[in-house]
Nanobody
Protein backbone atom coordinates (compact mmCIF):
# COMPACT_ATOMS: atom_id res chain seq x y z
CA UNK A 1 0.00 0.00 0.00
CA UNK A 2 1.28 3.44 -0.90
CA UNK A 3 0.06 6.27 1.30
CA UNK A 4 0.12 9.92 0.22
CA UNK A 5 -0.46 12.51 2.93
CA UNK A 6 -1.58 16.05 2.26
CA UNK A 7 -3.10 19.00 4.05
CA UNK A 8 -0.46 20.19 6.48
CA UNK A 9 0.55 23.79 6.89
CA UNK A 10 0.69 26.79 9.17
CA UNK A 11 -2.35 27.77 11.19
CA UNK A 12 -3.01 30.06 14.13
CA UNK A 13 -3.99 28.65 17.49
CA UNK A 14 -7.71 27.95 17.55
CA UNK A 15 -7.80 27.26 13.85
CA UNK A 16 -8.53 24.10 11.90
CA UNK A 17 -6.86 21.88 9.35
CA UNK A 18 -7.87 18.69 7.62
CA UNK A 19 -5.27 16.12 6.70
CA UNK A 20 -5.89 13.55 3.99
CA UNK A 21 -4.16 10.27 3.36
CA UNK A 22 -4.83 8.66 -0.02
CA UNK A 23 -4.04 4.98 -0.42
CA UNK A 24 -3.20 3.05 -3.54
CA UNK A 25 -1.87 -0.33 -4.47
CA UNK A 26 -4.09 -2.65 -2.48
CA UNK A 27 -7.66 -2.86 -1.27
CA UNK A 28 -8.00 0.05 1.11
CA UNK A 29 -10.95 -1.40 3.01
CA UNK A 30 -8.81 -4.34 4.10
CA UNK A 31 -6.74 -2.08 6.31
CA UNK A 32 -7.30 -0.36 9.60
CA UNK A 33 -5.78 3.12 9.57
CA UNK A 34 -4.07 5.39 12.01
CA UNK A 35 -2.70 8.90 12.33
CA UNK A 36 0.49 9.56 14.23
CA UNK A 37 2.55 12.62 15.01
CA UNK A 38 6.06 13.37 16.12
CA UNK A 39 7.13 16.67 17.56
CA UNK A 40 10.79 17.76 17.76
CA UNK A 41 12.56 15.94 20.56
CA UNK A 42 9.55 13.79 21.34
CA UNK A 43 8.55 10.24 20.61
CA UNK A 44 6.03 9.43 17.94
CA UNK A 45 2.52 9.11 19.34
CA UNK A 46 -0.66 7.76 17.94
CA UNK A 47 -3.23 10.48 17.57
CA UNK A 48 -6.20 8.50 16.27
CA UNK A 49 -7.09 5.16 14.76
CA UNK A 50 -10.04 3.81 12.82
CA UNK A 51 -11.27 0.34 11.99
CA UNK A 52 -11.68 -1.03 8.46
CA UNK A 53 -15.32 -0.07 8.17
CA UNK A 54 -14.97 3.14 10.12
CA UNK A 55 -17.34 1.94 12.81
CA UNK A 56 -14.78 2.17 15.60
CA UNK A 57 -12.42 5.04 16.36
CA UNK A 58 -10.00 5.78 19.16
CA UNK A 59 -8.17 8.96 20.12
CA UNK A 60 -5.27 10.07 22.24
CA UNK A 61 -6.43 11.92 25.35
CA UNK A 62 -4.63 15.05 24.20
CA UNK A 63 -6.83 15.40 21.11
CA UNK A 64 -10.19 14.03 22.25
CA UNK A 65 -13.01 16.38 21.42
CA UNK A 66 -10.84 18.36 19.00
CA UNK A 67 -9.71 15.88 16.36
CA UNK A 68 -11.85 13.52 14.30
CA UNK A 69 -10.69 10.60 12.17
CA UNK A 70 -12.85 9.33 9.33
CA UNK A 71 -12.47 7.31 6.16
CA UNK A 72 -14.09 7.03 2.77
CA UNK A 73 -13.46 3.55 1.43
CA UNK A 74 -14.89 4.47 -1.95
CA UNK A 75 -12.21 7.15 -2.27
CA UNK A 76 -9.44 5.10 -0.60
CA UNK A 77 -8.84 7.98 1.76
CA UNK A 78 -8.60 8.55 5.50
CA UNK A 79 -8.96 11.99 7.01
CA UNK A 80 -7.96 13.75 10.19
CA UNK A 81 -10.04 16.81 10.95
CA UNK A 82 -8.21 18.96 13.48
CA UNK A 83 -10.11 21.73 15.25
CA UNK A 84 -9.20 24.10 18.07
CA UNK A 85 -5.55 23.61 17.30
CA UNK A 86 -2.97 24.40 19.94
CA UNK A 87 0.74 25.21 19.62
CA UNK A 88 1.47 21.84 21.24
CA UNK A 89 -0.16 20.14 18.24
CA UNK A 90 2.80 21.26 16.15
CA UNK A 91 4.41 18.14 14.72
CA UNK A 92 4.97 16.06 11.64
CA UNK A 93 1.86 14.00 11.05
CA UNK A 94 1.89 10.55 9.47
CA UNK A 95 -0.77 8.11 8.39
CA UNK A 96 -0.39 4.36 8.55
CA UNK A 97 -2.20 1.24 7.38
CA UNK A 98 -2.30 -2.11 9.12
CA UNK A 99 -3.96 -5.48 8.70
CA UNK A 100 -3.28 -7.07 12.10
CA UNK A 101 -6.10 -5.70 14.18
CA UNK A 102 -7.33 -6.40 17.70
CA UNK A 103 -10.87 -7.33 18.71
CA UNK A 104 -11.96 -3.71 18.35
CA UNK A 105 -10.81 -3.67 14.75
CA UNK A 106 -7.88 -1.27 15.16
CA UNK A 107 -4.17 -1.90 15.14
CA UNK A 108 -2.44 -1.96 18.50
CA UNK A 109 0.07 0.79 19.16
CA UNK A 110 2.30 1.46 16.19
CA UNK A 111 2.23 -2.05 14.71
CA UNK A 112 1.24 -0.85 11.28
CA UNK A 113 2.44 -2.36 8.03
CA UNK A 114 2.66 0.72 5.84
CA UNK A 115 3.50 4.35 6.51
CA UNK A 116 2.99 7.50 4.52
CA UNK A 117 5.40 10.38 4.33
CA UNK A 118 4.88 13.03 6.95
CA UNK A 119 3.27 16.40 6.61
CA UNK A 120 4.23 19.29 8.85
CA UNK A 121 1.56 20.99 10.90
CA UNK A 122 2.65 24.19 12.61
CA UNK A 123 0.35 25.97 15.03
CA UNK A 124 1.37 29.49 15.94
CA UNK A 125 0.39 31.14 19.19
Amino acid sequence: VQLQVSGGGLVQAGGSLRLSCAASGRTFSHYAMGWFRQAPGKERERVAAISRSGSYTIYAESVKGRFSISRDNAKNTVYLQMNSLKPEDTAIYYCAAGSNTNWLGVVDGNEYDYWGQGTLVTVSS
